[in-house]
């Protein structure tokens, strides 16, 4: 009978093959593999199972990788801004904040006031289209045949909607450059986006009454896939994982980056960590994300919406050679934190490139969460995990 | 009006004997009957397949098939003919009689129980005497048929789903015999006929004792047709498609047929055993068979809309902890009913019925959903 | 509260849906399925989709001059332009060549925002699509032309601001030459 137990591997919790004790049993190994409907993307877990239960996973990805790191390194700093674009494409508004606010930082740019609540509406909006998608995708895996995914979607076809209406493409917006937005957004989108907001918790409300308190969905989701907080700590996962295990750090209240200091609301924090928690967490940080929107709709000043020293960059992006020196920023993705490291060589390219992807460094203690759990526990746990394999592989 | 059917099938065979001689007759009457359960079955099943399409879609806020004939009717010819031209692909390791037998095999009984429901008054097609029995035997002759099937594919992930498969069934079979006993403790007899004109002053269901026991049987005929929630065999669960992975083309057609003729089946049967069958005031007897089957199937495809799958362990803990004590006691809550009578039974039985419920609610902690606190940081 | 509340509730908001699905409007939780392709909806104007060249009166007075701006900056180099030259050989400000091909385009919009001679714009036609694999993408200077009719059709309010530039930017300019042949004209009188 194989072991593939060594000696270090479950520090946290002490687990017997059941082959052990009395019976001559042999391991299964297989794949859940690159083609299958549950996971989120081509992404491929290789699982020991004894009989039902996962004796190790080991994650395999990288079958989406497009070289998007060094592609950058090639182009000029402008024409990377739709590349980020499909780093998350759920979430593209959130991968151009970092991205721009990257650059601004290495180039000591500012950005009118404006611009910076606007980019603040789109990144809010974001999460929620962003959340609710994830909740329907964690239900399509637990079996629920759709009917969230569908609901979801109709208010993430609304948040759409303004999306092109603004910037020209639903989900690849390309929309902010550097030291502000690319084009100004008129009375009507505004009227637009607060009649969203208007009839979202209603929404929240109708979601909330078909889930959260169903008994299958509870049976299958608590106490299923527990994440420890000093174990979610030391392995740097960010994000809404995090605040489900407890801990209190999200980076708008913590870097106080663009303008979230002049907002007033609240993280939520979930108590033992696991998938309902994760799933909780997130239909609060809804509810707050709606509060931050209707006030930064209430106090949205005019003016400009790019800084004037930029506007000849945008003809000529090929002339924006910053300073020579390095920069990382980072963004309160809805996924965790995404952040971007540019180190400058006073060219017009960058001279090192990197992303760091929050779905990536998330995905480093699936095993951990799914040792002693059945198969189809581990399929729920990877759902509340929240990946894109866009931005997995860059 | 009312008997309809009844009146067309003698005038046929009146037709017949004329010139033909008396065993002619009787044999013809048994190929009407049986001719007529067969299109029925084949019928149903193709519009019940776009009738769930379209109830699911309208749940989702969505039309369901639409393109193919006004309102999509023609979508199940046209799925029909999609299943008879596909390759018909048979691995090379597989047992090629198990493989041949097992859509064959699961048709078989899924037809056969049809002879026993009370379509309306004076149509079943063979009133037996023992004919629930013949019912619950019919159809746990489904659970060896799902074993075959996917011990004959010969892969790892069909049989693990027909093992799965297996165990539910076999552990759903228990609790729904056990929910019938207070229905036959009531009629006296196992005839479905009889049950039926057993319930011409009161429906079952009104009672507290038929009420759980309609629950309990519907739940449990729900698992017997492995229908969400408690699709983890079939539906595509974390692995593939489970026992019927490795058929294809008119063989996997026979096995969805199957499924939704077990599923009209377990409908008609509630509504034979609890809600009545055909009785019912002014409108003909089969007419009212049919509204109550189908608002039965609407609920069937309600649950599969609205609710998660459950796990394999929950899904037999469920069935062992929770619905066999309480059928169990709700033999005992029907014993008093029937025994005291009168305000006095019914009161009992009442409170029999929801303190077991709660108490088992209490001893199964953990399915009942936890309190969470969650905290609100700044 | 009972074991199964949670069930029943979800359940009902399910039914809910179910009846709302036949007699109220999309905005209130109806159907919103838009039957393709009999029915549409209406893009909104800054859609882009692919580009396409401007050109004002005809096909002649194309407003491209061929600076191959759009071509250095675009991101996955879709753009391929060659210059026009006249018989003598020396180059016009015209293209002979301009191909984009629309398999590798990303619909970006940076050539939309770095021509200074508002020639390419990106377009609304998003129903291009065809069987042959090899070159029925591959649009070529024919295919790209489109007159500025079409541009005020799909995107007034920007062709407006567009056609509001260019004619301030040729009265300036007329200004500025009937101011040059005033000055000349004086300069003339004066030595007489």
Known sequence: MEKTLQSGDFKEKSFVLRGERDVDTQTLEINVGPQHPSTHGAFRMNILLDGETVVRLKPVMGYLHRNHEQIAENMSYAATMPYTDRLDYFSSMSNNF??????????????????EYIRVIMAELTRLVNHVSLIGFLLNDLGAFFTPVVYAFREREKILDIFEEVSGSRMMCNYLRFGGVKTDIGAN????????????????????????KNEILCMRCQNIGILRPELAVNASITGPMLRASGVNYDLRKVDKYSVYDRFSFKIPLGSRGDVYDRYFVRILEMHESVKILEQALKDIPQGDIINRKMAPFVKAPRNFKPAVGEAYAR?????????????????????????????LINLTILEDMCLGQKLADAIVILGSVDIVLGEVDH | MDQLFVNLKNMALHLIGVFAPDWLVSLSSILISVGAMTFLGIFIMMYLTLMERKVIGRMQNRIGPNRVGKWGLLQPVADAIKMLTKED????????????????????PALLIF?????????????????????FAMSSTTTMVIFMAGWGSRNKYASLGGMRSVAQMISYEVPMVLSVVPVLLSVGSLSTGKI??????????LTPWGFFACVIFFLCGVAE????????PEAESEIVAGFHTEFSGMKFALFYMAEFMNAFSIAALTATLFLGGWQGPLLPSW??????????LFVMMWFRGTLPRLRADQMMGLAWKFLLPLALVNILAAGLHLYLGGPAGFASALIILLGSFMGLSKVNRSYVPEKREYVLAD | MLFGMGILRGLGVTLKNFFASYYKKPEEGGLFTVEYPEKRLPVKERFRNFPFLVYDTTPENMRCVACDICAKECPPKCIYIVRDNDEAGRPLKKPAIFDIDFTVCMNCGICEEVCPFDAIYMDHEFEIADANRLDALLYNLPDLLKPNDYFQKIRPNDAAQVDARRLEAEEKKKAAVAAVKTQAAAKDIKPE
């Open chain 1, 98 to 115: 970092g991205y721009a606010m990257c650059v601004e930082k290495l180039a000591s740019i500012e950005v009118p006031e404006r611009a």
């Open chain 1, 189 to 212: 989108t505004l009227e637009g986006i607060k009649k969203i907001v208007r009839a979202f918790p209603a929404f929240l409300e109708e979601f909330e009454t078909l889930l959260t």
């Open chain 1, 331 to 359: 963004v309160e993705a809805p996924k965790g934190e995404l952040g971007y490291y540019i180190v400058s060589d006073g060219t017009a390219q960058p001279w090192r490139y990197h992303v760091r992807a929050p779905s």
């Open chain 2, 89 to 108: 692909i048979v691995p090379e390791p597989a047992d090629r009689l198990l493989h041949f037998l097992a859509p064959v095999m699961i048709v078989i």
């Open chain 2, 115 to 135: 002879a026993v429901i009370p379509f309306g008054r004076n149509m079943t097609a063979l009133d037996l005497n023992v004919g629930l029995l013949y019912f």
């Open chain 2, 196 to 205: 039926v004109e057993a319930q011409a002053d009161l429906w079952f269901v």
């Open chain 2, 225 to 232: 047709c492995n229908r969400s929630p408690f699709d983890l």
């Open chain 2, 287 to 296: 007419l009212w068979f049919i509204l109550k089957t189908y608002s039965l």
